[in-house]
């Protein structure tokens, strides 16, 4: 399946009114319950992200019309041309998430070299000893530089792993 | 006033640390903006999380100097390899790569680097003239008035997004309502909260713009070819005669300087307008024999200077009225937000020392810019050859060490990484992602003018017409609306002209 940015459009449009009904959503639940959404505008919190979730459908709804009636599909291709080019993009993410989640249990020492050192090989840069130096190098030198200058204390997960510098 | 809010600022800013981080943030800005991809803004978003923890001065020095750096730093790529660096140094491509075809690289890059500092300078001394004007007219601004600029400000931007002003005024309101989540200051209820402690104050906006910009675009470099091949450029030595080079054109110089100026001042015009605005005003000024195209000298200190120029003129309107010209004026307010001062007349009004202290701050980066960029040209061609591989891991790592030393929290990175699977969806159907953060800032300014305004008014949404300035800012509204409507119609008609002609 060729992907272009037609597509791509649509989908960020279903983006917005997914957002557009969260608002509406919370405006008639939560801030209903908390006694914020009525009154006049200068107390009633729901006016100014009501009026905005308007002008969002509103624009969505017009955006809609002129998709259905273009006369020449935006069909320019993207930097992912077919399904099969988001493989490498999606690995990204997935590595990317499952980093974060890992960075919050086992920490930043434990976590960001193997990350560094998978994304570099992902990238096909496959010589490991070469990328063994390098992951380790620059996970040490950004914890050095934000711990040590900045006084920032990096994540230390479960086993509380930080450097003394 | 101007005399006394500099020498206020000269306090501020004669620290050695101000003009070591104003050197540093240069030679960074030069660096992330000769790299195809990245460029000045995303300099400043992988900084932010280091620049908030500093003082705000040295903090403005740091940003300023990035983002005046990698203004400039485009050039670099766009004249050796025929690739911009950023959007910003596409029209310098025009004269720069020829000129190296020829064996004239370092006078190119030469030329390009003095004519963005004089271009700079001269929007700097535009900058420090008019902003206090601005500013102490704003004076008078109350309510309506402030929710009619606020209003101008982001239809501004959307009108000039790549694509269509409808996909700018959707990426505006997101950020409006990006924006409204968290406690509500006039209320104190919890907006859009979902019950979650983390959201009481909202997303914090350096993982939206960290999200939004940096790691969608890490996604899209990776979705690139070639990540790990290098490119053969020769090593290329600039020098300091190219300066006496680009006053040769001094005409065209201060032409395009104020040209970029001036689009710098219009919110959302930005560099990449001026400059190739810049261009054909000289090449319809210059006699045939320059062969504009071909390698003219002229060519590059038009673009080079106007895109510099439109970095002062892109502060007037921030720091006068809290107005961002373009998404990284957007992050230099959020910083001062963040450091609790509210650009605007007030920041002139109670800390002109500050202010005083960004102009020198501003004025300086264009002096470094002078100096680092002649000297260090082979260090920025030397990091073209660096491979995306090693890259793209490391930007990532800054990101995540970057978000989470806000705060110290593991929310804020999952926050950035949501907003970047939004940014790669809304870059892939071609929104423009500059109004989100834009909206972000001037939502609470929106906002909170627009309910007072409402409060105050005896007869409804009159007020915005029963006050002259607030009246004229509508009616500049509604023109642009108005303006944008026409030239989409019109745009259509072309193309259902040029479709049947086809036939």
């Known amino acids: 399946m060729k992907l272009n940015r037609y597509y791509a459009e649509w989908l960020a449009l279903v983006f917005f009114i997914a957002l557009v009904a969260v608002v509406f959503q919370q405006i008639s639940t939560d801030l209903v319950d908390q006694g914020i959404a009525s009154g006049d505008p200068f107390h009633n919190a729901a006016f100014y992200p009501r009026g905005v979730a308007i002008l969002i459908i509103v624009i969505v709804c017009v955006r809609v019309v002129q998709l259905t009636l273009e006369i020449k599909r935006n069909t320019a291709e993207l930097p992912f041309k077919s399904l099969h080019q988001l493989i490498l993009p999606l690995k990204l993410v997935g590595l990317f998430s499952l980093y974060l989640y890992l960075l919050g249990v086992l920490g930043y020492h434990l976590t960001t070299m193997p990350f560094l050192f998978l994304v570099t090989y992902i990238c096909g840069d496959r010589k490991i000893i070469s990328n063994i130096l390098f992951s380790t190098s620059v996970a040490l030198l950004i914890a050095y530089l934000f711990e040590n200058f900045l006084r920032l204390v990096l994540p230390g997960g479960v086993f509380s792993i930080n450097i003394p510098w | ?125 535009v900058l420090i003239t008019l902003s206090p004007i601005l500013a102490t007219f ?55 909260t979902f019950d979650s402690h983390h959201m009481l104050n909202g997303f914090h906006l350096v993982s939206i713009v960290v999200g939004l910009f940096a790691i969608s675009e890490m996604v899209f470099q990776f979705a690139g070819k070639d990540l790990t091949s290098r490119p053969k450029i020769d090593i290329v030595r600039a020098h300091f005669g190219s300066l006496k080079m680009v006053f040769k054109h ?101 800390q002109p020392e500050l202010v005083g202290g960004i102009f020198l701050v501003y004025l300086t980066s264009n002096v470094a810019l002078l100096i680092c960029g002649i000297l260090l040209t082979p260090v920025f061609v030397y990091v073209l050859r660096v491979r995306k591989s090693k890259l793209i891991p490391v930007i990532l790592i800054l990101c995540v060490v970057g978000t989470f030393a806000l705060q110290s929290s593991i929310f804020d990175l999952w926050a950035m990484l949501g907003f970047g699977l939004v940014g790669i969806v809304l870059r892939i159907a071609n929104f423009p992602l500059s109004p989100i953060v834009i909206g972000t800032i001037l939502g609470p300014l929106l906002e909170n003018n627009l309910r007072r305004s409402l409060l105050i008014s005896r007869e409804g949404y009159w007020i915005f017409i029963d006050r002259p300035i607030a009246a004229t800012l509508l009616v500049v509204n509604v023109l642009l609306i108005g303006w944008v409507i026409w030239s989409t119609l019109r745009d259509r008609k072309k193309e259902k002209a040029a479709l049947s002609a086809a036939q």
């Open chain 2, 138 to 192: 704003a004076r008078s601004f109350s309510p309506p008035e402030f929710t009619m600029l606020a209003i101008t400000g982001l239809l501004a931007i959307a009108s000039v997004s790549d694509e269509s002003f409808l996909k700018g005024v959707l990426s505006g309101c997101l950020g409006l309502l990006l924006a409204s989540i968290g406690t509500d200051q006039i209320s104190t209820g919890y907006r859009f």
């Open chain 2, 250 to 350: 001094w005409k065209n110089l201060f032409r395009s300087s104020f040209i970029g100026t001036f689009f710098g001042i219009l919110p959302g015009a930005g560099g990449v307008i001026s400059s190739f605005v810049a261009y054909a005003a000289a090449k319809n000024a210059a006699k045939p024999e320059e062969k504009y195209g071909e390698g003219a000298e002229g060519g590059v200190v038009a673009t080079e200077s106007a895109n510099n120029a439109t970095v002062g003129g892109a502060l007037v309107p921030s720091l006068a009225l809290g107005i961002p010209g373009d998404a990284a004026a957007a992050l230099l307010i959020a910083t001062l937000l963040i450091f609790g001062f509210f650009p605007g007349p007030t920041l002139f009004e109670q």
């Open chain 2, 1 to 125: 006033m101007l005399i006394d809010s500099i020498s206020q600022g000269l306090g501020l800013f004669s620290s050695p640390l101000v003009i070591l981080l104003i050197f540093a943030g240069i030679i960074f800005g030069l660096l992330v903006g000769a790299m195809p991809g990245l460029g000045p803004l995303m300099g400043m978003v992988l900084i932010l999380p280091v620049a908030i923890n500093l003082e705000p001065i040295t903090a403005m020095a740091l940003l300023l100097g990035i983002y005046v750096g990698g203004s400039c730093g485009g050039s670099i790529s766009a004249i050796l390899l025929r690739i911009p660096g950023t959007p910003l140094a596409a029209a310098t491509l025009f004269d720069g790569y020829p000129m190296a075809q020829k064996g004239r690289a370092g006078d190119a890059i030469g030329l390009a680097i003095s004519s963005s500092a004089v271009g700079g300078i001269i929007g700097g001394i």
